[in-house]
């Protein structure tokens, strides 16, 4: 794996002059918006609520991106997408379904329909949250997810590679990590994604040559038990261990024979967020 900062495509990837970021505004796009509006000739941001630019190179749009058709009014020209805009955690079903795998196929159905070459998808660690902590998981091992969220990355890395293999897109699904400022938990010791880092494997899912990658996006961090992915050449630099001291019960907590999951991975996690509106809905 090589150094790799924003505004670095040097690694004989595409060349970039505008890219497309759905779901701007929430915690990831926020993230991403600075580094990649640097990086970028042409950034346009794009989520439901009002956003402000927050500099040159920047343009942003509010809308609803509720069909293949809103998006592609959107994405015509652009070289890439990263598409965010979704439900980020667990709820039912049917919210996931339209949400996350809908809208995924729209942006994928939009990029074939204008021409987009790349589109890079937030898929996540959840996927696999019910493989053992103790075990060390690769992007290439079968989807355990660890809730109805998960099954819809499943479904979403699963319409990524449709249209790479069908239509020749270029796909990368980044199984992003938990994104913090900070780690602030003990799970976080292996699954804690820097905002530094979290920009570095975005901007290499945009730039380096793959025609369809699905990879852990996920701090150097001395307890991960995710592997890094050769395709998505970037190396992270930080390491959760460096706040260890500020975490209670680190031990503990791996010592435990637990999932990857963490409490995401309960039961009760799933009837709570995913499933009581269905019982309500039925009693
Ligand atoms: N935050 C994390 O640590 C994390 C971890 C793993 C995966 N992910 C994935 O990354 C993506 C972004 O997560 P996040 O934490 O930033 O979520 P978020 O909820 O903070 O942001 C999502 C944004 O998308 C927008 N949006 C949703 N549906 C839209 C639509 N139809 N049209 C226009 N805008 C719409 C929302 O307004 C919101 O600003 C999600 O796909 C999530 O599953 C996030």
Sequence with gaps: MRELSVGDDTLGGMTLDTVVLTGAAGRVGSVLREPLRRGLRRLISVDRVALTAQGPGEEVRRAE????????????????????????????????????????????????????????????????????????VSAEMPPRPDGLYGVSKVAVEALGRLYADKFGLEVVCLRIGSLESEPSEPRHLATWLSPHDCAGFFWAALTQPVTFATAYAVSANTRRFWELDDHIDYRPRDDAEAYVHRILKADEYFADDRLQGGEYATADYTIRHGLNSWSSSTS
Excluded: F, K, Q
Excluded at 109 to 135: D, F, H, I, Q, W
């Design 65 to 136: 991106l509720s069909g293949v058709e809103d998006v592609a009014s959107v994405i015509e020209g652009a070289d890439a997408v990263v598409h965010l805009a979704g439900v980020p955690d667990e709820a039912p079903l049917a919210d996931l379904l339209e949400a996350n795998v809908l809208g995924a196929h729209h942006v994928l159905e939009a990029a074939r329909l204008v021409g987009t070459r790349r589109v890079v998808l937030a898929s996540s660690n959840r996927l696999t949250g019910c493989y053992p902590a103790t075990r060390m």
